[in-house]
């Protein structure tokens, strides 16, 4: 019999960790852990090395109740003591400031068909297919399981996230957690010199690039305490404050023609959020999307090719999401997922008519193409088991 994926051994480092048994070991070693605090484990190490933020593991994990913020951090200190760890010098769990948390280790787990590899290589493979559709590269047969090549386009110390890349493709903005322990600040890279340049210099952190249709300017987030939404040149030099947000979830688009912004707002602190856009003549924003009362909003807004379309996430259920579309001009909204499940990410192909989401659907986890035309989902890669 299949067992479930978040039931399958794997390992940390040097620890084996059993997830169906709840148990953490070394050698003679062995801690049992309660079932929830398992689940946080299991989500750090399905997107390891990359950081899981507190918002995203408390979905996972805490979907079905109501908590406080230290459910999470006792679960993390919980953990913490069974892999033999201080807070002050974790080695295992790393405490990214403002970000989350990540595993430092190197992690080890099964495909669905048995072979051993490693979850940063899985996690590569997907994002090589992801970056395939962004270059119109990607065809309508599911991938096969050949190697991909996967190249480091960043190796600073601390931790890099959320990269995006120019509209031509020669230059990759990120965000950088250094190991100083200082806000993170966004960069740009060139892919022709290697050269990374800063371009936000705020004392608080700067998160969620967004690249302007010319790649000539930045939008992004910055919290310093308050939230905002800024653009900045790409080569770096003063910020331009548009508004303020709701320190909640984020992300941004910029509208294909240049002459607006789609962002996150919340109506009141910890409610849900809703797709607004703020037109950079005239400051104008205009509220896009209602969501209910219940969850955390929507989210991760992204223009099809064109600009007809805006799609987002909806989550309406603690860590559930789907996909929904938005007409800019008329305010119509479609639903366009019916699984109220984790999405990963997501993105629209190069020519407007599908998009690549990263959920479950079926039983099945993975990388999954939607047409526009309503002609059914169809499997591109199945993920790796967790």
């Given at each position: 019999m299949h067992r479930d994926p978040g039931s399958v051994p794997f390992r940390i480092g040097r620890w084996r960790v059993d997830p169906h048994r709840n148990?953490?070991?070394?050698?003679?070693?062995?801690?049992?852990?309660?079932?929830?605090?398992?689940r946080v484990l299991v989500a750090l190490a399905e997107s390891a090395p990359m950081v899981v933020s507190r918002d995203a593991l408390q979905q996972v994990v805490w979907a079905?109740?109501?908590?406080?913020?230290?459910?999470?951090?006792?679960?993390?200190?919980?953990?913490?003591?069974?892999?033999?760890?201080?807070?002050?010098?974790?080695?295992?769990?790393?405490?990214?400031?403002?970000?989350?948390y990540r595993l430092a280790v190197p992690v080890r787990m099964k495909r669905h068909w048995g072979r051993p590899i490693s979850r940063l290589a899985a996690v590569g493979a997907v994002a090589t297919v992801v970056l395939g559709l962004g270059f119109g590269l990607l065809d309508r047969k599911p991938v096969s399981d050949a190697p991909h090549l996967l190249t480091n386009l960043t190796t600073l110390p601390g931790v890099e996230l959320d990269p995006k890349f120019s509209p031509d493709g020669g230059r990759v903005a990120f965000v950088w957690f250094d190991s100083s322990g200082r806000p993170a600040d966004i960069y740009v890279k060139s892919r022709v010199n290697g050269r990374a340049t800063r371009?936000?210099?705020?004392?608080?952190?700067?998160?969620?690039?967004?690249?302007?249709?010319?790649?000539?300017?930045?939008?992004?987030?910055?919290?310093?305490?308050?939230?905002?939404?800024?653009?900045?040149?790409?080569?770096?030099?003063?910020?331009?404050?548009?508004?303020?947000l709701g320190c909640g979830r984020t992300g941004l688009a910029w509208s294909p023609d240049g002459l607006s912004i789609a962002f996150v707002q919340q109506e009141r602190a910890g409610g849900p959020?809703?797709?607004?856009?703020?037109?950079?003549?005239?400051?104008?924003?205009?509220?896009?999307?209602?969501?209910?009362?219940?969850?955390?909003g929507d989210y991760a807004p992204k223009y099809a090719p064109g600009g007809a379309v805006l799609?987002?996430?909806?989550?309406?259920?603690?860590?559930?999401?789907?996909?929904?579309?938005?007409?800019?001009a008329t305010g119509e909204t479609k639903r366009q997922t019916f699984t109220s499940s984790i999405v990963s990410g997501y993105d629209w192909a190069a020519d407007?008519?599908?998009?690549?989401?990263?959920?479950?659907?079926?039983?099945?986890?993975?990388?999954?193409?939607?047409?526009?035309?309503?002609?059914g989902p169809e499997l591109v890669r199945a993920s790796a088991d967790v």
């Amino acid at each position: 019999m299949h067992r479930d994926p978040g039931s399958v051994p794997f390992r940390i480092g040097r620890w084996r960790v059993d997830p169906h048994r709840n148990l953490i070991s070394r050698g003679r070693r062995t801690t049992a852990v309660e079932p929830r605090v398992m689940r946080v484990l299991v989500a750090l190490a399905e997107s390891a090395p990359m950081v899981v933020s507190r918002d995203a593991l408390q979905q996972v994990v805490w979907a079905d109740v109501v908590v406080t913020p230290n459910s999470l951090t006792n679960a993390i200190s919980d953990l913490r003591r069974a892999f033999g760890e201080d807070a002050a010098d974790p080695r295992v769990i790393e405490t990214v400031r403002g970000a989350g948390y990540r595993l430092a280790v190197p992690v080890r787990m099964k495909r669905h068909w048995g072979r051993p590899i490693s979850r940063l290589a899985a996690v590569g493979a997907v994002a090589t297919v992801v970056l395939g559709l962004g270059f119109g590269l990607l065809d309508r047969k599911p991938v096969s399981d050949a190697p991909h090549l996967l190249t480091n386009l960043t190796t600073l110390p601390g931790v890099e996230l959320d990269p995006k890349f120019s509209p031509d493709g020669g230059r990759v903005a990120f965000v950088w957690f250094d190991s100083s322990g200082r806000p993170a600040d966004i960069y740009v890279k060139s892919r022709v010199n290697g050269r990374a340049t800063r371009v936000t210099t705020a004392p608080g952190a700067e998160l969620s690039p967004a690249w302007s249709p010319d790649g000539a300017q930045l939008a992004f987030v910055s919290n310093d305490g308050t939230c905002h939404l800024n653009t900045v040149p790409a080569s770096g030099g003063a910020a331009t404050r548009l508004v303020e947000l709701g320190c909640g979830r984020t992300g941004l688009a910029w509208s294909p023609d240049g002459l607006s912004i789609a962002f996150v707002q919340q109506e009141r602190a910890g409610g849900p959020g809703a797709i607004h856009t703020i037109d950079l003549a005239s400051r104008e924003t205009t509220v896009l999307t209602t969501p209910g009362a219940t969850g955390l909003g929507d989210y991760a807004p992204k223009y099809a090719p064109g600009g007809a379309v805006l799609s987002f996430l909806r989550s309406s259920v603690a860590g559930a999401s789907d996909l929904y579309t938005v007409d800019p001009a008329t305010g119509e909204t479609k639903r366009q997922t019916f699984t109220s499940s984790i999405v990963s990410g997501y993105d629209w192909a190069a020519d407007g008519h599908s998009i690549l989401i990263h959920t479950k659907r079926d039983g099945l986890t993975g990388l999954w193409r939607l047409s526009r035309d309503a002609t059914g989902p169809e499997l591109v890669r199945a993920s790796a088991d967790v």
